[in-house]
T-cell receptor, first 108, second 114 residues
Framework: GQSLEQPSEVTAVEGAIVQINCTYQ??????LSWYQQHDGGAPTFLSYNALDGLEETGRFSSFLSRSDSYGYLLLQELQMKDSASYFC?????????FGKGTRLHILP | DSGVTQTPKHLITATGQRVTLRCSPRSGDLSVYWYQQSLDQGLQFLIH???????AKGNILERFSAQQFPDLHSELNLSSLELGDSALYFC?????????????FGPGTRLTVL
């Protein structure tokens, strides 16, 4: 079967760093995507890793290890507006499989 | 604003009814994807159309169907509605079927079945 596992909730303090992990089991693998979704809003694309290593985009970075079937999203200098759900996703065979999402709570 | 539009924004209907949700992709995007998101759930892939042709199906119920028209807008038809069909329905578009790495989502249609 195909599955993506990520923690259901993570809590961090404003200004800190938080890492959201994602492990996947898929038949065939092209890359790992990350999406952010605020309550009541639409998912928005954050990053995509096709190759192993770290991709940095401003305060957000995403990492992939294909040999470990594992990736993570790293959020630095957390701001209250980063409170949202974060989904990892795997594109596959003309469709995309999403994890169940990690709700990030940020404490002031 | 992603450039993807969906109508209506909200829909309230009764069990047994039929509804049509509409999506217009970003200008130039050939692929349209439909997703269902129930309360506190992830995004469940329903179906993907590319340039008018069905490319992939997820766990889409037989009561649900979709199509993509020559102008590339898409419609998702939900029939014999049940209470459990209440959810947010998103469509997303991408440039072509190879660009599975980045999808642009519309604002969603919130369907409530009473």
């Amino acid at each position: 079967g195909q599955s993506l596992e990520q923690p259901s909730e993570v809590t961090a303090v404003e200004g800190a760093i938080v890492q959201i992990n994602c492990t996947y089991q898929t038949s065939g693998f092209y890359g790992l995507s990350w999406y952010q979704q605020h309550d009541g809003g639409a998912p928005t694309f954050l990053s995509y890793n096709a190759l192993d290593g770290l991709e940095e985009t401003g305060r957000f970075s995403s990492f992939l290890s294909r040999s470990d079937s594992y990736g993570y999203l790293l959020l630095q200098e957390l701001q209250m507006k980063d409170s949202a759900s974060y989904f990892c996703a795997v594109p596959q065979d003309d469709k995309i499989i999403f994890g169940k999402g990690t709700r990030l709570h940020i404490l002031p | 604003d992603s450039g993807v539009t969906q109508t209506p924004k909200h829909l309230i209907t009764a069990t047994g009814q039929r509804v049509t949700l509409r999506c217009s992709p970003r200008s130039g995007d050939l692929s349209v994807y439909w997703y269902q998101q129930s309360l506190d759930q992830g995004l469940q892939f329903l179906i993907h159309y590319y340039n008018g042709e069905e490319r992939a199906k997820g766990n889409i119920l037989e009561r649900f169907s979709a199509q993509q028209f020559p102008d590339l807008h898409s419609e998702l038809n939900l029939s014999s509605l049940e209470l459990g069909d209440s959810a947010l329905y998103f469509c997303a578009s991408s440039v072509d079927r190879r660009h599975l790495d980045e999808q642009f989502f519309g604002p969603g249609t919130r369907l409530t079945v009473l």
